[in-house]
């Protein structure tokens, strides 16, 4: 495998990195990055690491980082994690920022001390930590449950200044969106499972609408529906789709849909393969949206949905 | 009235659902098959996730029926939590 960090890939970008890694040869990773400056989205970091321990650590080859900004890789772990030696030193005095290493999440206790660490290690207000923490823990909980990912959840997060808000990124390394859907229904394509995984009521575990008495099928739905509400970016990549709810305008209102293609949307569908899935959200600080207000209008487009899917299944007596 | 304090449990952040669900089988469901009413309270609960509700209370309602809902209160629960209840509740009396 080949992957090249290039010099800037964010959520509304990142579609020509994703089309330039190459999956061939998967027990080899090589990487390779631009040579002047590297600005990339946590999910590309969360990527990276997630094929690196793929591989065992003397199949990794790692270029000489050459770029002004490969402090930031050092610091967001990425070459300790893959056990790679750098070369690159970071002076303590240098401020750290406010961010989240690289960290591999492979259980409930890690996770945990994920989301405990992360409130303060991104200096977030309680209002703040509330959809941070709520979109790790309902993503990582996913991967835990469905995707059989052997190397758990990879997740890393940054806090941007200048924008002002948190960018988080997930991957995995599993069955794919695909597969667990699957096991429920018919789906022809990591499309049509992306479009069903975002949908509410819809989870791998059961045909049932609205779920088993553990698995609701609503994490997605919410998650893609806090991105919405706050108008900004949420990616989502398996198999060979790659799934990019797009900002809605500011001078527009917010319309949540049960259906992700009615959303404001791009999507691709011969994307190098992912083996796995991976997240990339964006998170405005800047909301004024109290979460519990978020939430009562995701309740209303949940229960209207589920309705209608209901509804859908509902058979008619037959007389004949 | 047996009152069920959530937050010894679940911490500040409801979101581990397999102690939801340990809750329900191991003391919701037991006392509502024996007691009258029962009150689940969230007091020290700052938040919680949509799949810790579903995983405490989903099931209670679809083995008793919405009819359950009469004989359990939820208690101290903050504006967040509230909406999280409310969209579990909602959908499975659908």
Request: proline letters at 4%; one cysteine or more.
């Amino acid at each position: 495998m080949k992957i090249h960090i290039p010099n800037s890939a964010w959520l509304g970008n990142i579609d020509p990195f994703l089309k330039s890694f190459d999956t061939s040869r998967p027990d080899k990773l090589e990487i390779t990055a631009h040579k002047q400056w590297i600005s990339v989205h946590p999910v590309v970091l969360s990527m990276v690491v997630a094929l690196g321990l793929s591989c065992k650590p003397k199949n990794i080859i790692c270029e000489q980082i050459e770029a002004k900004s490969k402090h930031y890789l050092k610091r967001m772990n990425l070459f300790d994690i893959l056990k790679i030696k750098s070369g690159i030193r970071i002076e303590e005095h240098e401020p750290a920022g406010r961010f989240i290493p690289i960290t591999q999440v492979l259980t409930k206790q890690d996770l945990t001390k994920f989301i405990t660490d992360m409130v303060p290690l991104l200096h977030l207000k309680p209002n703040q930590a509330q959809p941070i923490r709520y979109i790790v823990s309902e993503l990582t909980r996913n991967v835990f449950e469905h995707s059989e990912s052997k190397i758990g959840a990879i997740l890393c997060a940054q806090y941007f200044q200048k924008s002002n808000r948190i960018s988080i990124g997930i991957a995995d390394r599993g069955v794919g969106i695909k597969e667990t859907i699957s096991e429920s229904y018919k789906v022809s394509s990591d499309s049509d499972a992306i479009r069903l995984a975002l949908t509410p009521g819809v989870t791998g575990t059961t045909r049932r609408i609205g779920g088993t008495d553990y698995n609701a099928g609503a994490g997605l739905f919410f998650i893609k529906s806090i991105a919405k509400v706050n108008r900004d970016f949420f990616v989502i990549y398996s198999g060979k789709t790659l799934y990019k709810l797009l900002k809605t305008n500011r001078d527009k209102p917010v319309k949540l849909y049960g259906d992700p293609f009615k959303d404001k949307h791009s999507k691709g569908k011969n994307f190098p393969y992912w083996q796995g899935t991976a997240v990339g959200i964006d998170i405005s600080l800047d909301s004024k949206e109290e979460f519990a207000v978020l939430l009562e209008l995701i309740r209303n487009t949940y229960s209207k949905t589920v309705k209608e899917r209901k509804k859908e299944f509902y058979k008619q007596a037959k007389f004949i | 009235m047996k009152i069920i304090k959530i937050f010894k449990k679940s911490g500040v952040f409801a979101e581990d659902k397999d102690i939801a669900r340990e809750l329900r089988l191991k003391k919701i469901t037991p006392l509502l098959k024996k007691e009258g009413s029962i009150v689940l309270d969230f007091d020290g609960v700052e938040s919680a996730t949509q799949s810790f509700i579903h995983a405490l209370i989903s099931n209670i309602i679809r083995e008793f029926g919405p009819e359950i809902l009469d004989r359990i209160s939820f208690k101290n629960c903050n504006d967040t939590v509230r909406q999280i209840i409310k969209t579990v509740v909602d959908y499975m009396q659908i």
